[in-house]
């Protein structure tokens, strides 16, 4: 574990960035709140469903890069929709030609409507596919220490394992399972979907996770704006206690000021 927080950049296909909150541009009721939202976030990353969101597809449609510049901003597309490989190492390359080239996707295949939970057969099929590709990807994944290691080990230059299902807002499920999935991992590790307010975010963080991508949670909240710069607190203050080394927990009190050595 770190020492101290001096320099603290999260890199991955060696980029760095100096915030660890990634954030989607879905679910916002108009393009001006999403650029609102995501500069209260403090976002380096942004995330974009290329099935659902204009990139150049469309040549007479409002096309997100005009509110998010791609010199101001790294973009994740990503494969949301899909649900199988073929499909998804579709997208990524029409991704892939419409950002002149860009090779860093996060790659999700989806296994039904109901749950949104990832195929993660298709996953693998799909990974395997696009790092052959040239492609840099960011998977996301179930809670499952063998299937992250599976993937790491595959190629994928980071692991995002879902919190919760998407959308959900249920927080982390099972902190245990993200917890071993940090502590095997040698690539970055993000908490992807499931995050509901800047705690869940935070936990995330004090597990040991490089970072968090969230979008329902914050554009889905009542004041989408007031909600990311939370999130982008609750970030930074779950890396500096994860830093800092937490205190054990404990079964019974144990006296803030020591019982030793009283005056009476």
Request: aromatic content about 4%; hydrophobic content about 45%; proline content about 5%.
């Amino acid at each position: 574990m770190p020492n101290d927080n001096q320099n603290d950049s999260f890199s991955v296909a060696g980029r760095s960035f100096n915030s660890r909150l990634l954030v989607g541009t879905g679910k916002y009721k108009d393009m001006q709140e999403t650029r609102e939202a995501i500069d209260a976030s403090g976002a380096e990353i942004v995330t974009i469903a290329v099935r659902r969101t204009n990139i150049g597809q469309e040549k007479d449609q409002p096309n997100i890069l005009s509110v998010l510049p791609p010199d101001e901003f790294t973009y994740l597309p990503n494969t949301a929709g899909c649900y199988d490989a073929r499909t998804a190492v579709r997208t990524c390359r029409l991704a892939r030609e419409l950002l002149d080239g860009h090779n860093l996707v996060k790659l999700e295949v989806l296994g039904d409507e109901k749950t949104l939970f990832p195929d993660v057969v298709q996953t693998l099929s799909a990974a395997e596919e696009l790092i052959k590709d040239g492609f840099d990807v960011m998977v996301y994944t179930n809670d499952d220490p063998i299937m992250a290691k599976r993937l790491e080990e595959l190629g994928c230059v980071a692991v995002m394992p879902l919190a919760a299902p998407i959308g959900s807002g249920l927080g982390i499920r099972n902190r245990l399972n993200i917890l071993t999935i940090v502590e095997n991992a040698k690539v970055p590790v993000l908490v992807d979907a499931g995050v509901g307010t800047a705690s869940d975010a935070a936990v995330a963080m004090e597990l040991g996770c490089d970072g968090v991508l969230m979008n329902t949670a914050i554009a889905a909240a009542e004041k989408p704006v007031l909600m990311a710069s939370a999130m982008k607190k609750a970030i930074a203050a779950g890396r500096e206690a994860y830093l800092a080394g937490r205190m054990p927990a404990k079964r019974f009190a144990s006296a803030s000021s020591p019982l030793e050595g009283l005056f009476f």
